[in-house]
């Protein structure tokens, strides 16, 4: 497909050429709306389109009055701060049980294997919406509705499978002689675990922790349900915000989890590239 | 690995430690609407409170929308973390009835009026229920895009006439107020709209007249959306709580009029939930916050009536803009030449069974 | 084994076990290590997800509220046969004025209220009503006249025939309002009015708009996958960036990007105006309709089919083509003759995985679907924060489960689970 033979028809070429069109297009789809947010957020008047001040480049057309007001206002302080909280708590949560789980899963002769595999990743599967039905219920018979606690615990449960599915691909590619042979050397069980396997999966954990963190940092649907005010996020704060009175403050913060999304997708890319490398696939 | 793991566990410190220091203050956890409406109650009452009671942090938690239900959840599990809560004069009603409120005894726990009034003769019979402190009078009511209109609507039938009174209407998602002006844009007498509603014919009838308009309706849910879609021009007509619309054209200055032709009158107060984990200091908070003068200082913010008649009088200028603020209360006797009044125990009744119609009426 | 003598005898390891016995214990330690550290997991989600769900299933059907209330009343009503035409005898009477004395002493009995009113409009006040008055009786003469002075609607008899029906321990009220039928005051089974019914249809559009979305994104997703397929490695990873940062932006993010885009007053609807296609009080209406929810879940779904697809694609060796044209195909019939079926594993896994996804969906149609374009999901939501009735609430969302768990299984039977991949 990359490059039409010199052989080819015209009917073969307008077909070629039409055909990346369409492509383009739909990748235009993909990213036109995330890129137009980034240029509205420095919108200088409370709307939600270009302004003619912005189309013709005049410096009066734009500001940052909406970063300011991110910045300043006590209410997405808050959120920034409960954000962090809460995915990184869930995120060690998940990370150590999942990793756990990953290591004991791959060992070929796990009885059940499928059923429990497919337990444990059940809450990706299940619709938010019915999680967080059950869990306002049952968190609020057990005083966990409206706590810290209770929207860490829910958030690491919705993330583990995510952990478990990333290091278990991690463990598809084990080399079993590498700790076989290291054991025959004389190194002890312990001592083969921290310097053989924890150094072949690592990739696979830290990828499965940015996931965790990324499920919890981004997830609004149960801590709508489970959460109170107190444990506000950033996506609380964006859902009730567009819900409440949308505010051009909602694109700059968008514009700021955009650059986050960057940020984490180029980490997980070179932790798959290392990941490959160190496994000896190369990269196809 | 090792350098990643450590810059968390610091990063983890910090923040406990961040979120430990605001401990140190008694926190009440106040429950409202959000918006403009808890800024003006955090200017009228929580502000002045918290400087003269330094060692008080109120909390505003803006979940009043979804608060009976989140109510009912804390109660049942015997895990109250809300100190006050903000609700209409209907779900105090049944909330009361069920017992998941305080009881109040005005008189004992209110402050009396300036002239020595006690509390309950002051608030009138806007006490819905024993378990309510009333703080305002608001009321459902429309406004219009001045600009979209050579000739302005001025009357509730103007907002079922589409020929007249082209483009989209924004209704509240719910069938309370949008049935009783049905009925009254379709001729019924205003006096008799809750009996002639009591019937099936009646509902039929409520019902084919919002159809006459509902291929031209959006719904919105949320308090700040009609004002916003007035503003954005998707709508011409939009009915909204008076003081929304009131934030649109007096702050925002957009070109929106007010048409308070049968607007709807309805109360809203406070209620403390049973098990409150700071009774004591919520009480407190509440003999200060609901007396003559702070009823009287949140008009100052927002054009909602203040629910004690000794109040009215000290109703004086908006605290930004300057402009008077009486005209613009829905209690205002050029405004009240058409009301409905809310009749709450009959919607109390029919809420439920009204609204799974209303639902099911909305995807046909 | 370096003394050929004793291959006779049983193999025994160095401290004289034999070796059977050694390797089956070593066996069942690395079994009993692989359980020891599945089972912290197994036990988290457990607790806190799955008791979570099961107690929502039991919600769906628990009634205790109305038997907890009615302890006098309820084993009395056993006893009275709903089916005639007469009135329960005066000990029923007595026992409900007591059983509402008491509730009313406690403050419970509008709970009672409150339950029967999603039965029947109206029954929240009877019991209001009474609960008020029903104090002052001291043993009058007839318990039943009196309560009929009280309210006349203990006279009715379809009153009583409700509340033996529902003075079980559970009830299946919720499920029959969950698909539009209702039991008749005759005690059988029928649709509900044609005006209350909402749910069926509900669930109809939830189905049909996802498939509709999946479609979307099978006709979206194809050729740029097709694409990243076919390029060199180089320009496909570049290009699978535009697929890949999408994915990693915030649900939210891209949710009110396209409200930025589809609003009236939006960046669409400006271009359009600009360029001349419609007039200025013509802008078009392309959110809080299911245009709104249709366009901008296709968008947020649309990675979730390439990654897939784009992972199949990749193992389709380009030979099988090569082959097909030598044979003399056109490039057509190869593509459809060859390709297609060939990644037909990919469109599959792709296609079930955005219509799970699809059909619990809740904060994009909440936010742009206005009333045609939400999903019964909004619904659940509607009936355990808004409505309050939770037993529906929690109906519902067991039967969006039992259709998402079906779906699961043949995901799991087409592409298996373990195979999910991310990124």
């Given at each position: 497909m990359a490059a039409l033979p010199p052989y080819a028809t015209l009917g073969e070429r307008i077909w070629h050429y039409s055909y990346l069109a369409i492509c383009g297009l739909i990748f235009l789809f993909l990213i036109f709306p995330i890129l137009v947010i980034i240029p509205l957020s420095f919108n200088a008047s409370p709307y939600f389109s270009f302004t003619p001040e912005m189309l013709t480049f005049d410096p009066a057309g734009y500001s940052l009055r909406w970063y300011h007001d991110f910045i300043t206002n006590p209410n997405w302080q808050g959120a920034v701060r409960n954000s962090f909280i809460i995915a990184i708590f869930s995120t060690i949560i998940s990370t150590f049980l999942g990793t756990l789980a990953a290591l004991g899963l791959s060992r070929s002769n796990f009885p059940f294997r499928t059923t429990v595999m497919g337990i444990l990743l059940s809450p990706m599967v299940v619709p938010f919406i019915i999680s967080a039905a059950g869990m306002f219920f049952f968190y609020s018979r057990i005083n966990l509705q409206g706590t810290y606690t209770g929207v860490i615990l829910a958030h690491a449960a919705l993330a583990t499978p995510f952990v478990v599915i990333t290091v278990t691909a991690t463990l598809v590619g084990f080399d079993r002689s590498l700790t076989r042979s290291a054991a025959s050397l004389g190194a002890s069980p312990a001592r083969v675990f921290f310097r053989i396997t924890v150094p072949l999966i690592t990739p696979g954990v830290i990828s499965g922790a940015l996931f965790a963190f990324v499920t919890?940092?981004?997830?609004?649907?149960?801590?709508?349900?489970?959460?109170?005010?107190?444990?506000?996020?950033?996506?609380?704060?964006?859902?009730?915000?567009?819900?409440?009175?949308?505010?051009?403050?909602?694109?700059a913060v968008a514009t700021i989890l955009i650059l986050i999304s960057i940020l984490l997708l180029a980490s997980v890319e070179i932790l798959r590239r290392r990941n490959e490398r160190l496994r000896g696939i190369t990269s196809t | 690995m090792n350098k990643v793991m450590k810059l968390m566990l610091i990063a983890m410190v910090m923040i406990a430690f961040s979120a430990g220091i605001t401990l140190a203050k008694t926190e009440l956890v106040i429950v409202s609407w959000g918006g403009a409406y808890t800024a003006s109650q955090q200017k009228a009452y929580h502000d002045p409170y918290m400087k003269l009671h330094p060692d008080i942090q109120i909390i505003n938690d803006d979940s009043a929308g979804s608060g009976a239900a989140k109510l009912r959840a804390q109660v049942e599990a015997g895990n109250v973390t809300w100190d006050l809560l903000d609700a209409l004069a209907s779900d105090a009603i049944a909330l009361c009835d069920e017992g998941l409120i305080e009881e109040i005894d005005h008189d004992k726990m209110l402050a009396a009026a300036p002239d020595g009034t006690p509390a309950s003769k002051d608030f009138g019979d806007l006490i819905a229920s024993p378990c309510f402190i009333p703080e305002i009078v608001y009321s459902i009511a429309f406004a219009y895009r001045k600009d979209k209109f050579d000739t302005p609507p001025t009357t509730l039938a103007d907002v079922f006439d589409l020929k007249k009174f082209p483009g989209?209407?924004?209704?509240?998602?719910?069938?309370?107020?949008?049935?009783?002006?049905?009925?009254?844009?379709?001729?019924?007498?205003?006096?008799?709209?809750?009996?002639?509603?009591?019937?099936?014919?009646?509902?039929?009838?409520?019902?084919?007249?919002?159809?006459?308009?509902?291929?031209?309706?959006?719904?919105?849910?949320?308090?700040?959306?009609?004002?916003?879609?007035?503003?954005?021009?998707?709508?011409?007509?939009?009915?909204?709580?008076?003081?929304?619309?009131?934030?649109?054209?007096?702050?925002?200055?957009?070109?929106?009029?007010?048409?308070?032709?049968?607007?709807?009158?309805?109360?809203?107060?406070?209620?403390?939930?049973?098990?409150?984990?700071?009774?004591?200091?919520?009480?407190?908070?509440?003999?200060?916050?609901?007396?003559?003068?702070?009823?009287?200082?949140?008009?100052?913010?927002?054009?909602?009536?203040?629910?004690?008649?000794?109040?009215?009088?000290?109703?004086?200028k908006h605290a930004e803009f300057g402009i008077d603020m009486k005209p613009h209360m829905p209690t205002a006797p050029e405004n009240m030449k058409h009301v409905i009044l809310k009749d709450h125990v009959w919607w109390g009744d029919h809420e439920v069974e009204l609204t799974e119609r209303f639902n099911a009426w909305l995807t046909k | 084994m370096t003394n050929p003598d004793t291959t006779q005898e049983i193999l025994t390891t160095a401290d004289g076990v034999p070796l059977k016995v050694s390797l089956k214990r070593a066996l069942r330690r690395k079994k009993r290590n692989s359980l020891l550290l599945v089972a912290p997991l197994f036990l988290f989600i457990l607790l806190t997800f799955l008791l979570p769900i099961t107690d929502m299933l039991l919600r769906s059907v628990d009634n205790k509220i109305v038997p907890d209330l009615l302890p006098r009343t309820a084993p009395l009503l056993a006893g009275w046969d709903e089916t005639g035409q007469e009135l329960p005898g005066e000990d029923i009477y007595h026992?409900?004025?007591?059983?509402?004395?008491?509730?009313?002493?406690?403050?419970?009995?509008?709970?009672?209220?409150?339950?029967?009113?999603?039965?029947?409009?109206?029954?929240?006040?009877?019991?209001r009503k009474t609960a008020r008055k029903v104090k002052g009786l001291q043993q009058p003469d007839s318990y039943q006249a009196e309560m009929l002075k009280i309210d006349q609607h203990w006279g009715d008899i379809n009153i009583w025939r409700l509340i033996k029906r529902e003075s079980g321990a559970f009830t299946k009220s919720h499920f029959l309002s969950a698909i539009d039928r209702q039991t008749n005051d005759d005690g059988t089974i029928g649709p509900k009015p044609e005006y209350k019914q909402i749910y069926i249809k509900l669930f109809g559009r939830t189905l049909a708009l996802s498939l509709l979305i999946t479609v979307l994104t099978i006709?979206?997703?194809?050729?740029?996958?097709?694409?990243?397929?076919?390029?060199?490695?180089?320009?496909?990873?570049?290009?699978?960036?535009?697929?890949?940062?999408?994915?990693?932006?915030?649900?939210?993010?891209?949710?009110?990007?396209?409200?930025?885009?589809?609003?009236?007053?939006?960046?669409?609807?400006?271009?359009?105006?600009?360029?001349?296609?419609?007039?200025?009080?013509?802008?078009?209406?392309?959110?809080?309709?299911?245009?709104?929810?249709?366009?901008?879940?296709?968008?947020?779904?649309?990675?979730?089919?390439?990654?897939?697809?784009?992972?199949?694609?990749?193992?389709?060796?380009?030979?099988?083509?090569?082959?097909?044209?030598?044979l003399g195909a056109t490039r057509f019939t190869a593509f459809v003759r060859i390709y297609v079926p060939n990644s037909i594993p990919g469109i599959g896994a792709g296609a079930i995985l955005v219509f799970i996804m699809a059909i619990g969906y809740y904060i994009t149609p909440e936010l742009v679907g206005g009333t045609s374009g939400t999903f019964i999901s909004n619904m659940i939501a509607y009936h355990i924060q808004g409505s309050l009735n939770w037993g529906l609430g929690a109906a519902l969302g067991t039967l969006l489960l039992l259709l998402v768990l079906a779906l699961y299984i043949l995901y799991d039977k087409i592409v298996g689970i373990d195979n999910l991949k991310l990124g």
């Open positions: 919890s940092f981004d997830e609004v649907v149960v801590i709508l349900f489970v959460g109170s005010y107190k444990q506000r996020t950033i996506p609380w704060q964006m859902f009730s915000g567009i819900r409440e009175q949308i505010s051009p403050t909602i694109l | 989209k209407r924004a209704l509240e998602k719910k069938p309370v107020a949008n049935l009783e002006w049905a009925l009254i844009a379709d001729g019924v007498d205003p006096a008799k709209v809750y009996d002639v509603l009591g019937t099936p014919e009646g509902i039929d009838r409520a019902f084919k007249k919002l159809g006459t308009i509902k291929d031209s309706v959006i719904w919105w849910s949320k308090g700040a959306q009609p004002p916003q879609l007035l503003a954005d021009g998707e709508v011409t007509i939009a009915s909204a709580y008076n003081g929304r619309h009131f934030n649109a054209i007096v702050a925002e200055k957009q070109p929106i009029e007010m048409l308070w032709d049968w607007q709807h009158l309805d109360l809203d107060g406070w209620v403390v939930p049973k098990g409150a984990p700071h009774k004591k200091e919520i009480m407190e908070y509440l003999k200060f916050a609901t007396d003559t003068q702070r009823l009287a200082d949140q008009a100052k913010f927002i054009s909602y009536g203040p629910a004690r008649i000794s109040s009215a009088p000290l109703v004086g | 026992a409900m004025v007591e059983d509402i004395n008491e509730g009313a002493a406690t403050k419970t009995i509008l709970r009672l209220g409150r339950r029967l009113n999603f039965e029947r409009a109206g029954m929240s006040s009877v019991f006709l979206l997703g194809y050729p740029i996958s097709y694409l990243l397929a076919t390029l060199p490695t180089k320009t496909s990873n570049l290009l699978i960036i535009l697929v890949l940062l999408p994915f990693w932006t915030s649900l939210l993010v891209r949710t009110s990007a396209w409200i930025a885009l589809l609003q009236k007053e939006g960046v669409i609807n400006d271009l359009l105006v600009a360029v001349g296609l419609i007039a200025n009080d013509h802008r078009l209406a392309m959110i809080h309709n299911q245009i709104g929810t249709v366009v901008a879940m296709t968008h947020i779904l649309l990675p979730f089919m390439v990654l897939p697809l784009f992972s199949v694609m990749k193992t389709i060796p380009p030979s099988y083509m090569r082959a097909a044209r030598s």
